[in-house]
């Protein structure tokens, strides 16, 4: 039986097709994987489907009836349950008041009856396998809880339909296990399930059906999963393996380390991490979400505090304290994963945003300094960068993401940074600006500039890097050479992880 | 290990109870003072301070509930001015029935609390600037309308409710302000819309995911602190004897005092009334401990200034201490 | 739901192609152009209607009154840069007037240092306040409602609430100093601050860097920039021109009056915050418009100054000025969704 059927929808965002022509059916009695790397419009989808974008063509058709929901609280009363990859409850809050938060009473001043809505609560928790007393203060629970109680509370809305965007990324293969275990009764209790994951053994594990995206098109809708291999399902992430583009070999440095870590631990719980970085060197940071990647890009910034080891920039032992101090005396700089947050300033000009690094610089004894002064630095690199956009006058939050993109990596390459921390350079972007930011990653460690490379997006990593350290649990795991044969770096990269989880 | 985990517990349960602190300190207080100072528990200043203290409270509980929902109201006050000349005016100019004009005092408040909140939850501008126009607006609709000259006609039986004990040195004043405080508490602890504004205080997101309506729980917010503010204006024509247009100007700094000293977060979703009790007595001593002391009246406002520093410093560091003790329960 | 879909991705091309033809409407529908539309009908209506509106001695106290304000509203306007507010500019600007009146008056201080001493002085109260809201990470809000008390509490504690009376005759003579007939040295002080902080925000480093954290610390402070200085400057900033507006309205009133910005100073907040709301300025940082700051003070004072002279009670204006603010914010807000929807945003 059809639960929820996603036909022919397209979502356009200026500058980007997000979603072309993408179909998608689930079942009830199913679970259903909804595969795509990042930026393959996964998000795109789902936020249709809960009605906080409204497609552009297509439709989405509930239990045989079209939808359009209005906002994700009317996806909620349609018996649309998403759990979100966030956590969304209110912590100081008990348990069974989370889950019945809509339904504390009839009017905005009845009493609360705690009573009875315990006792729904539990039949919930009861279901979900979750032994806590329903009384419990969220606070009190472990992530991997919290997220039952949120499953729980979707459930407790007569959801036949329910959507689990990432639901393992921060759990512990235990609290994997679990969690699948009672997806799976809710499957044979006829529920629909949709599973987004990056993690393809889960997927085989507890999924049958699995719609593939890839730039915003289906590579496959709602195929048989058990007729598939992992292969398949990879081939069909990634497009062919011959993404991995043919460069030139690039000569092995063997200067001084730019920057060497031993034995570092940081407060954000950060142990025993070693790693070096040369002049011209790329080398990756690959790990899975959670595993501390962004945290030590922070810590090498001194956004936290060195609790043990030693940090050495081109050889001398240094302790940055702050963002200012290693951009300002180690040369270090920092492209943030989060663009719209960290990256950039979305209010200011494109000028702004890429004369932000040198100002300091730029300006004269009394901190006097002028649009020219900075355009004179920041323009021939915005034009190296072939940067489209009317005017360097113009807001930033109007360019493209692939535009946005290259002024965050403008900024680092104005100030001349000796470092370049480079973290998910390609997220949301279109496929062209991602080779042309693939090229640009090359070329800066051509003109003798470190990197480091964080990506959760191994077709990239196997492109990019020279040589890949593996992260998990906020330690090192291990050092794979890239030798960019993509099946057996992507293998050994895998068993690092892995080997882990086994122990 | 279930041990250790359950003497954590009840110490984060002992943090987490807003209202132990203060009452310890408002105890001590209490106590130190009396020492030095027998008067301290004569009848007519306990009568004094706990007129005092009833007032406060019942301003406090009106920025409170908006503390909750993570937003200020600046015009609290002036919305209890308002109030308070609207209620004896109308006696005074039309000879209205006290019961009356209690209703018309009342009304006034809730709607102009509404009226802010109404505009604030419509356009998602910040409550503090709407609030800073109510304020001006109120105050000025009360001047402008008694020409900064007080109504004297307060009939006898407000005064005397004003100054009439109840019980012993408690004065009648106390019976509105345990209603309030016991209907807060109850409120926030057992009604569905004060659940509702903890929640939106503590995380709109997930509270609007979660099908509570943002926009109705700002305006019910806003219109309790209006009806709370208003209950305080009148309390004052009556403890005053006169309807003065001034009524309000200085409730600004302690609204927010009382509440932060009991543990009031500002960003939303915490506020304790017992805590909140507590604050207002503390504020009461000091500034009943400098008047019997002879300290310069003026040293109040440096004082309440650096009360609410000193509470603002307490609050964040043990919220520091929980975070830090749940996450060692969490990793064990 | 259009916040969600600027959120997602930016209509960029749509904005790139309106570019150049949205430049017109866009002017139009600007605060400042809006506000110099608006003053020039309400001084239209006033000198025709009204009689005295525009005889020299009216239009003198009408411009003296805009240096006041503008430099008040200049004073919150450096603080709401950053996103945050700051409740003491009137206490810091009473406290700094004081300062001023104790120097001169009891120390026999030359003015010409004295005036340096409490702008210092200012700045210094404004650095008290920066320096706790960095180092405590709370709101602005509830730390600046805090030194708002005990700063005029320890003015009034030491100054037993006494005025200082005895300032030497220049201090008045300066407040009734006219150019023309017409124009008071309050007001060409305030055109020449509103110039040099123009300049300040576009052409230096800090100014930038004031903008830059106020629109996104993190983002900011990602950059390099050391985001707890720079909020500090910013309060600093609020503490010297609030100490300013407090001098300038000594040399008005020719006393350093403890009342001169009513209780606590709060009678400032209004005006502190008006005019720099009614010019454009972003409550939540990151954009300024001191050209619009000059022109809102200019809007408020031109329009209390005519009701006055229609003999509305002074109370009423009270009124009216609140309620200018939320017009201005509503008209705002109204202005923002449109330019929203034309994807000019």
Redesign the interface.
């Known amino acids: 039986m059809t639960a929820l059927q996603v036909s022919h929808v397209s979502k356009s965002f200026p500058g980007v097709k997000a979603l072309n022509d993408v179909s998608m059916t689930m079942t009830a009695g199913s679970v259903h994987a909804l595969l795509g790397e990042n930026g393959a419009g996964k998000s795109t989808l789902i936020k249709i489907v809960t009605g906080i974008y409204q497609p552009d063509a297509g439709s989405v058709m509930m239990n045989g009836s079209p939808i359009r929901f209005a906002n994700p609280r009317q996806a909620a009363a349609g018996g649309l349950g998403v759990v979100h990859q966030e956590r969304n409850l209110v912590t100081r809050f008990s348990v069974g008041e989370n889950i019945m938060l809509d339904r504390l009473g009839a009017h905005a001043l009845s009493k609360v009856n705690y009573a009875a809505i315990y006792r729904e609560a539990e039949l919930w928790l009861k279901l979900l396998d979750l032994e806590v007393d329903p009384r419990t203060p969220v606070s009190r629970l472990s992530v991997a809880q919290m997220q039952l109680v949120e499953i729980g509370k979707a459930l407790s809305l007569k959801s036949r339909v329910l959507l689990l965007d990432e639901p393992t990324a921060s759990l512990t293969p235990n609290e994997s296990t679990v969690l699948f275990r009672i997806l799976r009764r809710l499957r044979d209790d006829g529920v629909a399930i949709g599973f987004v994951s990056h993690k393809l053994e889960e997927v085989f594990d507890i999924c049958d059906r699995v719609t593939v995206l890839r730039d915003g098109i289906n590579a496959c809708d709602s195929a048989d999963l058990t007729t598939l291999n992992r292969g398949d399902v990879v081939q069909m992430m990634i497009g062919r393996a011959e993404r991995i583009t043919k460069r030139a070999p690039r000569p092995k440095p063997d200067a001084t380390p730019y920057l060497e870590m031993r034995g570092y631990a940081s407060g954000l719980g950060h142990r025993d991490i070693t790693l070096s970085v040369r002049p011209g060197e790329i080398v990756g940071l690959y790990g899975l979400v959670g595993a501390g990647r962004s945290e030590l890009a922070r810590s090498i910034l001194g956004l936290s505090k060195q609790l043990a080891g030693d940090v050495r920039v081109e050889g001398e032992t240094v302790h940055i304290t702050s963002v200012a101090g290693a951009l300002h005396s180690h040369g270090i700089g920092y492209v943030s994963e989060d663009r719209k947050q960290e990256g950039l300033i979305l209010l200011h000009s494109v000028l702004a945003n890429g004369g932000i690094t040198i100002w300091r610089k730029l300006a004269n004894r009394l901190g006097f300094l002028r649009d020219r002064t900075v355009n004179a630095q920041v323009g021939p690199i915005l034009r190296r960068l072939e940067l489209k956009t009317p005017s360097i006058y113009q807001t930033i939050g109007n360019l493209s993401g692939g535009n946005q993109q290259k002024v965050s990596v403008a900024k680092w390459m104005a100030a001349g940074v000796k470092l370049l921390i480079i973290d998910e350079p390609t997220v949301g972007i279109d496929i062209k600006t991602k080779a042309y930011m693939h090229d640009l990653i090359h070329e800066l460690a051509g003109h003798g500039t470190a990197v480091l490379l964080i990506t959760s997006d191994m077709p990239e990593m196997v492109d990019v890097a020279d040589r890949i350290l593996v992260m998990d649990g906020y330690r090192i795991k291990g050092e794979v050479e890239n030798d960019r044969n993509y099946d057996a770096v992507s293998k050994a990269i895998m068993g690092f992880i892995h080997g882990q989880q086994a122990a | 290990m279930a041990a250790q985990s359950n003497t954590d517990?009840r110490l984060i349960r002992a943090f987490d109870n807003d209202w132990i602190g203060p009452g310890i300190v408002s105890a001590v207080a209490v106590i130190g003072i009396s020492l030095f100072q027998p008067a301290f528990l004569s009848s007519f200043n306990i009568f004094v301070l706990v007129s005092a203290i009833s007032v406060n409270m019942v301003i406090a509980l009106g920025q409170l509930v908006i503390i909750g929902i993570g937003q200020?109201n600046l015009a609290l006050g002036s919305i209890g001015g308002l109030v308070a000349i609207s209620f004896v005016g109308v006696i005074e100019k039309f000879g209205v029935p006290v019961p009356l004009a209690l209703a018309f005092g009342l009304g006034i408040g809730v709607a102009a609390g509404m009226a802010g909140g109404y505009?604030i939850a419509r356009?998602a501008?910040?409550a503090?600037?709407?609030t800073?126009?109510?304020?001006?607006?109120?105050?000025?609709?009360?001047?402008?309308v008694t020409?900064?000259q007080p109504f004297y006609g307060v009939p006898d039986v407000v005064k005397a409710f004003g100054t009439g004990s109840v019980l012993g040195p408690l004065p009648w004043l106390m019976v509105p302000m345990v209603i309030c405080s016991v209907g807060m508490w109850y409120l926030f602890n057992?009604?569905?819309?004060g659940?509702?504004i903890?929640?939106m205080g503590?995380?709109p997101?997930?509270?609007?995911?979660?099908?509570?309506d943002p926009k109705?729980t700002i305006i019910?917010a806003h219109a309790l602190s209006g009806l709370l503010a208003a209950v305080a204006g009148i309390m004052l024509v009556a403890k005053l004897q006169i309807g003065q247009p001034t009524i309000g100007?200085?409730w600004?700094?302690s609204s927010?005092a009382a509440p932060?000293i009991g543990g009031a977060v500002?960003?939303g979703?915490?506020v304790s009334v017992g805590g909140t009790f507590f604050g207002v007595v503390i504020i009461a001593i000091i500034t009943q401990a400098l008047v019997m002391f002879n300290i310069?009246p003026?040293?109040?406002?440096?004082?309440?200034?650096?009360l609410?520093?000193w509470a603002?410093?307490i609050n964040?560091l043990r919220e520091v201490r929980i975070t830090r003790m749940?996450a060692r329960?969490?990793g064990a | 739901m259009s916040h969600l879909a600027t959120e997602a991705d930016p209509p960029a091309q749509r904005a790139a192609r309106n570019g150049r033809a949205s430049g017109g409407l866009r002017l139009l529908l600007s605060n400042e152009f809006g506000l110099a539309v608006l003053i020039a009908l309400t001084v239209l209506v006033f000198s025709t209607t009204l009689d005295g509106f525009t005889s020299p001695f009216s239009l003198f106290t009408i411009g003296r009154q805009i240096g006041i304000d503008t430099m008040i509203g200049l004073a919150m306007m450096a603080v709401i840069v950053t996103g945050g507010l700051d409740l003491s500019v009137g206490a810091i600007g009473v406290c700094a007037a004081m300062v001023f009146g104790w120097l001169v008056q009891m120390l026999g201080l030359p003015i010409y240092l004295a005036i340096p001493v409490a702008v210092l002085f200012g700045a210094s109260l404004g650095f008290i306040n920066g320096f706790t809201v960095v180092k405590s990470g709370v709101h602005s809000f509830i730390i600046t409602l805090a030194s708002m008390s005990i700063f005029f509490g320890i003015m009034i504690f030491l100054t037993k609430a006494a005025a200082f009376n005895g300032l030497p005759p220049e201090v008045q003579a300066f407040g009734k100093m006219k150019f023309f007939k017409t124009i008071s040295p309050l007001l060409l002080i305030s055109i020449a601050m509103c110039a040099a902080l123009a300049a300040f925000y576009n052409l230096t480093a800090l100014g930038r860097q004031m903008l830059a954290v106020g629109a996104n610390t993190r983002a900011a402070e990602l950059s390099g920039i050391r985001s707890g200085r720079i909020i500090m400057a910013c309060h600093m900033l609020t503490g010297a021109l609030a100490a300013v507006a407090g001098l300038m309205v000594t040399a008005r009133t020719g006393a350093s009056v403890p009342s001169m910005a009513g209780h606590l100073g709060q009678d400032w907040l209004l005006p502190a915050f008006l005019a720099p709301v009614l010019g454009g300025t972003l409550l939540s940082g990151g954009r300024v418009s001191v050209m619009g700051t000059l022109l809102g003070a200019t809007f408020v004072t031109v329009m209390t100054s005519g009701l006055l002279l229609m003999r509305v009670g002074e109370f009423w204006i009270l009124a009216s000025l609140g309620m200018m603010l939320l017009l201005a914010v509503l008209a705002d807000r109204a202005r923002q969704q449109f330019l929203t929807n034309k994807g000019m945003i």
Do not use: C, P
Not at chain 2, 132 to 144: E, Y
Not at chain 2, 190 to 193: A, D, E, H, Y
Not at chain 2, 298 to 306: H, K, P, R, S, T
């Open positions: 517990g200020m505009i356009t501008i910040s503090f600037i709407i800073l126009a109510g304020l001006q607006i109120f105050k000025g609709i009360n001047l402008g020409e900064a057992r009604m569905r819309i659940r509702h903890l929640a503590s995380n997101h997930a509270a609007e995911l979660s099908g509570i109705a019910w100007d200085d600004l700094i927010f932060v500002l960003s979703g915490r310069d003026f040293v109040v406002q440096i004082v309440l200034g650096a609410i520093l603002v410093a964040r749940q329960g969490a």
